[in-house]
């Protein structure tokens, strides 16, 4: 195809650049599956982060195919619909039965219903001509949508003053990914592949602006006696998920008369300790 003609060096060279960036992303979650098959539980994790990854591989691969000379956004877009795929499979393996009918319903809805209504307006209801510019539109408002996913853990390192869960090598590994997917939009003279890639290129630099503000601040540790922990759900944008452990605090008195045992229980100290979204849920890096 003409992305390796000699004529344009530089599209094979930024694209190249994109895949090898991108296939580095798409594998982030894998510490995050691998504790999921080891524990044999989704442990509260979210499966909508690869419910959205896969729409977005589909939506840049249908892209691709429509327009002509953009190889390599169908290379690392089918090994992320691969990829995305085992991650839900897994997920569906191990998830309770309200988590497994929950990402069945936003699977059906988003990676087949709204997929699928897209595919036909674009090749029924629109001309040819003009197909390529209408699809272009739609990947960069929803991969716009996508970016704006690290607003909310970057809010969290804020309010924390802790980068433990917002990795330094994800955030220049995404950043990286943007700038080489945004030279090959401008080398390929593609607005619609340059565009969104420019909200990633910033959302990736602030991130990094954070760590380095941030990296140096310790947590305050408290010597905790655990019991086994609970996770709750919260809905929010793509996800988050809270991880709260609960210590009674003991008091060295000789112990209370079974008659004074909610007085105990009424003292007690509840400690939460909210955790960031894990990594996977970062990836708003538009494959493209």
């Known amino acids: 195809m003409g992305v390796f003609s000699a004529d344009n060096p530089w599209v094979f060279i930024s694209g190249l650049l994109g895949n090898i960036s991108s296939f580095v992303v798409f594998l982030a979650p894998l510490p995050t599956f691998y504790r999921i098959c080891k524990n044999k539980s989704t442990e509260g994790f979210q499966s909508i982060p690869y419910v959205v990854s896969l729409f977005s591989a589909m939506l840049w691969i249908y892209y691709a195919f429509v327009k002509s000379g953009a190889f390599l956004l169908i290379t690392i877009n089918s090994f992320g619909c691969v990829v995305e795929t085992i991650y839900i499979a897994i997920y569906f393996a191990y998830a309770t039965k309200q988590s497994r009918m929950y990402t069945l319903k936003i699977l059906l809805?988003?990676?087949?219903?709204?997929?699928?209504?897209?595919?036909?307006?674009?090749?029924?209801?629109?001309?040819?001509?003009?197909?390529?510019?209408?699809?272009?539109?739609?990947?960069?408002?929803?991969?716009?949508?996508?970016?704006?996913?690290?607003?909310?853990?970057?809010?969290?390192?804020?309010?924390?003053?802790?980068?433990?869960?917002?990795?330094?090598?994800?955030?220049?590994?995404?950043?990286?990914?943007?700038?080489?997917?945004?030279?090959?939009?401008?080398?390929?003279?593609?607005?619609?592949?340059?565009?969104?890639?420019?909200?990633?290129?910033?959302?990736?630099?602030?991130?990094?602006?954070?760590?380095?503000?941030?990296?140096?601040?310790?947590t305050v540790v408290i010597e905790e006696v655990k019991v086994p922990q609970h996770t709750v759900d919260v809905g929010t944008e793509l996800s988050a998920v809270v991880n709260s452990e609960v210590e009674e605090i003991g008091s060295p008195e000789p112990p209370i008369r079974d008659d004074h045992r909610h007085e105990t229980v009424a003292r007690s100290c509840n400690l939460q300790h909210p955790?960031?979204?894990?990594?996977?849920?970062?990836?708003?890096?538009?494959?493209?």
Request: glycine share 4%.
């Open 109 to 218: 809805l988003l990676d087949c219903g709204v997929f699928c209504s897209i595919l036909l307006f674009i090749q029924f209801l629109t001309k040819a001509s003009n197909r390529v510019n209408y699809l272009g539109w739609v990947c960069v408002v929803f991969a716009t949508s996508v970016f704006a996913a690290p607003l909310s853990i970057m809010r969290q390192v804020i309010i924390t003053k802790s980068v433990e869960f917002m990795p330094f090598h994800l955030s220049l590994m995404l950043t990286f990914s943007a700038i080489a997917w945004l030279l090959y939009g401008i080398f390929l003279k593609d607005l619609h592949i340059a565009l969104p890639n420019v909200l990633g290129f910033v959302f990736g630099m602030l991130q990094m602006v954070l760590y380095a503000i941030y990296r140096n601040y310790k």
């Open 275 to 288: 955790m960031l979204p894990n990594s996977n849920q970062m990836l708003g890096t538009c494959e493209a």
